[in-house]
């Protein structure tokens, strides 16, 4: 005794006046509804993530592990999390956020981090600041190494440290000409004064499987790249938070 085929029918309109367009990538038939457009694969399993499954996401995210490994760990499927990666990181903010008031002196330590996306002839580096007394990340910019992008760093800053920190970095030129000079010591690593910066930067690479130097796990597009560094700054400050 032969089953009876699977109707046509619209999952949105309910019309059964659909034609065939084309396969999935597992070779199911895909159909298009005549009426309202929609495409549908008759009979199809996908199964809609849980908001525990999401939330594990989320947090994986935050430690060195491959978007691959993600999916494996989180039991979803590669184009599911790819496309559930982007949108997130595309919605998360580019900026810290707002600090409450600080009194006293506030002091800062910047420092630029080699990266790149697509290839490592396509360098990317990411501008950081850091709060000495709180550990947070006050500031960051992703870009190039010239002025222009030391200048976009500064201006990340919350205005209260624009208008009162003083900021202690490495030797690199681009520094000098943006913080003010009665605001800025340029150092060596030796003294001491950036060592909290530095930390962070290995911090980054430890965590953040897309800028460990020698992997499979980098950015392809610039803008995944930008969100997935901000995406680790939020979280980064949010543990600190907790402590």
């Known amino acids: 005794m032969c089953e009876e085929p699977l109707k046509r029918v619209c999952p949105t309109c309910n019309s059964e006046h659909a034609i065939k367009n084309g ?12 009426i309202c457009s929609r495409q549908f694969v008759i009979g199809a399993t996908k199964t809609t993530v849980l908001k525990e499954t999401k939330q594990l996401i989320d947090r994986l995210l935050l430690e060195r592990i491959s978007l ?3 999916a494996r760990v989180a039991q979803v499927s590669w184009s599911w999390l790819q496309d559930y990666v982007n949108q997130k990181l ?6 810290v956020e707002a600090l409450a008031k600080t009194l006293g002196k ?19 580096y990411i501008w950081l600041a850091i709060d000495r ?17 030391a200048r976009k760093l500064w201006a990340s800053l919350p205005e209260i440290y624009q208008q009162r920190a003083f900021a202690y970095t490495d030797f690199w030129q681009a520094y000098k000409t943006v913080i003010p000079p009665k605001r800025h010591k340029a150092v060596a690593k030796e003294t001491g004064l950036t060592n909290h910066i530095e930390r962070l930067n290995n911090t980054f690479r ?9 992997s499979l796990s980098f950015s392809k597009k610039l803008n995944n790249h930008i969100g997935a560094v901000w995406y680790f700054i939020h979280g980064y400050n949010t543990e600190l938070d907790r402590i």
Request: glycine share 6%; hydrophobic share 25%; proline share 3%.
């Open 133 to 149: 007394k709180s550990r947070k990340i006050v500031g960051c910019f992703v870009g190039d190494r010239t002025r222009k992008s």
């Open 206 to 214: 430890q965590r953040v499987s897309r800028l460990v130097r020698e």
């Open 23 to 34: 396969s999935t990538h597992n070779g199911k038939p895909k159909y298009q509804c005549k």
């Open 106 to 124: 506030l002091l800062i330590e910047c420092d630029e981090m080699w990266s790149f996306v697509d290839c490592k002839k396509n360098e990317v």
């Open 68 to 70: 691959r490994g993600i």
């Open 90 to 95: 595309a919605q998360t903010p580019r900026q």
